[in-house]
């Protein structure tokens, strides 16, 4: 049952292992690393799993959580696979200087009442993010559910088997400072379910700028863990690239150390109002923690508020910047009355639509611009034109930096397959692609799941509700693929099963969608982003352009979302999937 090419892929620990900083290790006790480290996984001769879920960001823990709730699975029969070193998937990743979520911790960070955690402010940052995934983790039992640095490569179903067939390769730790490391693995792992939980955010984007590899300073991206020592960056000269979530809470942070810096924009924010401020205890039992389900009910009043349900509901609950969007309009951007000087008060203005760029919200940016040494480069739109080796050419014009800082956001691929997404290349019945099927017809039951890959789950942006407190999104994917899998479990009795969405469903489900996605085609007109594809949506042709509403954002909304969902649930009768026992 088991094939390896070198040996079978152990689970490994929850701890974050990717430590910057390794004692030395001399050459007889690196052996002894590597003799444990191969003792450690020959103990695990299990290359079969109940799920495997690809993932370990909350998605991933959220799906591994929601399955063990049912009843049906045991933490032992579930295993996360993830090509860091620990659980948070784009937390992990992100650890630059200032990171913090712009959503309210109270609703963004999930599972907060099952595990009984109260934030620490009322936004947290990114420290704090981390260490709720490692709780989530731990609360469930599935610190040792992980196998770590490992890449699935090919992810393939078995009709005689009715099992799916993944080929891994797993990079052992770092033995020492030089970042000398034991010998790669390979394995095939066997599953009878298999879910893609990579999350949106886990390609860094990075444009292809003219001379960028002759850069002979410092350069660093945001969104990996390589952030620079503030304390190292007195007398130095930084430029960073990016004016988006990202570069807005880096950009004070920067400017507290560095001599010089320089803010490439190439397209202004829209910027809020924060309020950032510490939980108060007395606040959370009387008017946060209210009772049994209280964060759903949080989370569906800030839900009313951002969508403008009328008639709203008579308290605004989160009460921040997104539940009153509309003051962004009015705002402008928030420039004028904050920044001194009037003319980069202006350029950090928004010009365009308040709904086509993602808003933020920040206490210290734009006063930031204020001090002497910061200096904004505003590209009107036409971004960086080069890197030299000792900077920065914007407007015709060079800016020497010592260190230069990307900031460029992810890259968000609107027609792309989940295996895509997840990096691993799908084989579904008689060995189709997924990537193949997308190119033909990119689409779902729910937003969950596709005909011809049976027993495969995802989450995706895709024929579900994007919204801004993505971890909601997360949880109605993971809540609905659990019911479905335990339901057709309890249903079935024990014994090999398979569950595939009917090409009739998906049909179906890709015309309501498609029929309410002119809702969203002011989208296509905005200044590019992630939103519109950088833009991208204008040059597509009309075949392209019909796959693109079929596979859109749920055009009603969260709520309306979450309600067709737990409707279809409630009727019982599983509509839109074929159920096999083998």
């Known amino acids: 049952m088991i094939e390896t090419t070198s040996s079978t892929l152990p689970p490994t620990t929850g701890k974050n292992t990717a430590s910057p900083s390794l004692p030395d290790i001399s050459p007889s006790e690196m052996q002894k690393i590597q003799q444990r480290y191969a003792e450690e996984r020959d103990k695990r001769q299990r290359a079969r799993f109940k799920v495997v879920i690809l993932g370990a960001g909350f998605g991933g823990l959220l799906f591994a959580v929601r399955l063990l709730q049912t009843g049906c699975f045991r933490p032992e029969e579930i295993v996360l696979v993830d090509v860091a070193a620990s659980f948070g998937g784009t937390w992990y990743w992100n650890r630059y ?93 066997h599953a009878d379910f298999v879910i893609l939980a990579p999350g949106p955010l886990n390609i860094p984007k990075v444009s292809d700028f003219a001379g960028f590899d002759s850069f002979q300073g410092s350069r660093f991206l945001a969104s990996r863990p390589e952030t620079p020592v503030l304390s190292r960056l007195g007398g130095k000269r930084v430029g960073i690239i990016g004016t988006g979530a990202t570069g807005i809470q880096i950009v004070p942070e920067l400017a507290k150390w560095c001599q010089q810096l320089y803010v490439f924009q190439r397209t202004p924010a829209q910027i809020g109002v924060r309020d950032q401020r510490s939980t108060d205890l007395g606040e959370w039992t009387k008017n946060v923690a209210t009772g049994p389900g209280w964060q759903m009910v949080r989370f569906r009043n800030f839900v009313s508020f951002t969508c403008d349900t009328q008639p709203p509901p008579p308290v605004d609950l989160v009460a921040d910047g997104w539940t009153s969007f509309r003051s962004l309009q009015v705002l402008g951007g928030g420039g004028s009355p904050i920044i001194h000087d009037r003319t980069v008060a202006e350029q950090l203005k928004a010009w365009y639509p308040s709904w086509c760029k993602r808003p933020c919200f920040h206490d210290e940016y734009l006063p930031t611009f204020n001090q002497p040494h910061v200096r904004l480069v505003d590209t009107n739109g036409k971004g960086v034109q080069a890197i030299t080796p000792t900077g920065v050419v914007a407007n015709g014009e060079q800016f020497d930096v010592d260190v230069l800082i990307l900031a460029m956001g992810y890259d968000v691929k609107p027609l ?129 352009r019909m796959k693109l509403a079929a596979s859109a954002r749920w055009p009603h909304g969260m709520a309306d979302w979450m309600d067709v969902l737990e409707e279809w649930r409630d009727a019982g009768d599983l509509a839109g999937l074929q159920i096999s026992v083998v």
């Open 97 to 189: 200087p200032g990171l913090m979520c712009d959503i309210e911790s109270y609703i963004y960070l999930p599972l907060l009442e099952e595990t009984g955690y109260i934030p620490k402010r009322k936004y947290a940052s990114g420290e704090e993010i981390r260490e709720h995934a490692q709780r989530i983790a731990a609360h469930w039992s599935l610190e040792d559910r992980a196998m770590w640095r490992t890449e699935v490569n090919r992810c393939s179903w078995s009709d005689e088997a009715a099992e799916w067939s993944l080929d891994m390769t797993q990079s052992p730790p770092p033995l020492n400072n030089d970042g000398t490391k034991g010998e790669s693995l390979s394995a095939t792992v």
């Open 416 to 544: 792309e397959s989940p295996g895509a997404r997840a990096k691993v290349s799908v084989f579904g019945r008689a060995g189709r692609s997924m990537n193949e099927k997308w190119v033909q017809s990119p689409l779902t039951l729910h937003g969950v799941a596709t005909s011809g890959f049976p027993n495969m789950f995802f989450s995706g942006v895709g024929q579900t509700s994007y919204f801004p407190s993505y971890t909601a999104t997360l949880d109605t994917c993971a809540k609905h693929v659990a019911f479905v899998i335990s339901e057709v479990i309890k249903r079935q009795g024990s014994g090999k099963m398979t569950i595939e969405v009917t090409q009739g469903a998906e049909t179906a489900w890709g015309l309501r969608v498609q029929a309410g996605a002119p809702a969203l085609a002011a989208l296509a007109g905005c200044t590019p982003s992630y939103l519109n594809a950088e833009g991208s949506l204008e040059d597509v042709s009309m075949e392209e």
